[in-house]
C-alpha cells in the first residue's frame, strides 16, 4: 500500500518520463537536421518548440517536487525492469517499472505534447 497520493505519484512519474521525453526528441531533432528533407525547418520548428514546452513542465515539477520534500532515486535496472525509491515527505518507498511500459508512456507522452502543438495551429 502506497502513502503516496496520486497526484503527487503522477507528478513524481512526470520527473521520470519527461526527461525520457527530451532525449528521444533530441536525437529526432539531430535526425532531421542530418536528414535529406527538402524543407527541414518546420520539423525542426515542431521539435524545438515541443521540447521547450516540456522542459518548462519539468522545471514546474522539479520545482514542486522540491517544495514538497518528493524525491526520485533510479535504484536498480535491468533488461526487463526499472527500480525506482521515491522518497514522500520522509517515507521510502520502491517502485518497480517494467520497461516496455515505461517506453509505451514516453511514446504516449511525445504524442500527446507533439499533437497538442499540431492542433493548436
Known amino acids: 500500500m502506497t502513502r ?3 497526484s503527487d505519484r503522477d507528478i513524481m512519474e512526470k520527473a521520470i ?3 525520457m521525453v527530451l ?3 533530441n536525437r529526432d531533432l539531430s535526425v532531421v537536421e542530418k536528414s535529406p528533407f527538402k524543407l527541414k525547418k518546420p520539423y525542426l520548428d515542431l521539435i524545438e518548440e515541443t521540447m521547450k514546452e516540456i522542459q518548462r513542465e519539468l522545471a514546474e515539477v522539479k520545482q514542486y ?3 514538497n ?3 526520485i532515486i533510479e535504484t536498480k535496472r535491468d533488461d526487463a525492469f526499472t527500480m ?3 522518497i514522500y515527505k520522509g517515507y521510502e518507498e520502491n517502485h518497480n517499472y517494467f520497461n516496455p511500459r515505461i517506453r509505451n508512456k514516453v511514446q504516449e507522452l511525445m504524442e500527446a505534447y507533439l499533437l497538442k502543438k499540431h492542433l493548436s495551429r
Open 17 to 19: 518520463y519527461l526527461p
Open 69 to 71: 520534500k518528493l524525491q
Open 4 to 6: 503516496i497520493p496520486e
Open 23 to 25: 532525449i528521444v526528441l
Open 84 to 86: 525506482y525509491m521515491f
Open 65 to 67: 517536487m522540491k517544495k
